[in-house]
């Protein structure tokens, strides 16, 4: 399962073209099953309001977290999202996407979810 946050688009299509099972993070969203999550960076390397909100209660399922952001923002804040959940949640930081991604980002994030929810499966 996928959960993601997308406000002018860009994660939607990720999500979108990656073809798995996802759930938009919104209020009252609760997911009782492991998921990765996919979020934008908003502010200056921030999280998203409604991603920290969710992850408040849903944080334990979380195995992983990909970001999108947009690298003219400047090198220390892209993807800042990303990098403060994987560091206040504990969760893996699996990729840094630049807006929509590009072929090889969409491998990885398939390569990570088949071997997290396979190894998921056999526990
Ligand atoms: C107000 C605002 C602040 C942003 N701040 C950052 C930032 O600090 N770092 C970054 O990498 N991207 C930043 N971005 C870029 C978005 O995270 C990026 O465009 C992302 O792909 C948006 O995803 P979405 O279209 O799914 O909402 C910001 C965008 C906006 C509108």
Redesign the pocket.
Known sequence: MIAYA???????YIVSRLGLPAAEIGADVTLEEPFLLIT???????IPHQVKQFLESNGAYCRGVIV????N?GHH????AGDAISQQWQIPLVRKVE?RGFPEDYEAIHQYYERCFREERVR
């Open positions: 997308s406000r002018t688009g860009n994660v939607r934008y960076t908003d502010g200056i390397g921030e999108s952001g947009n690298s923002f804040v892209f993807g800042g807006m």
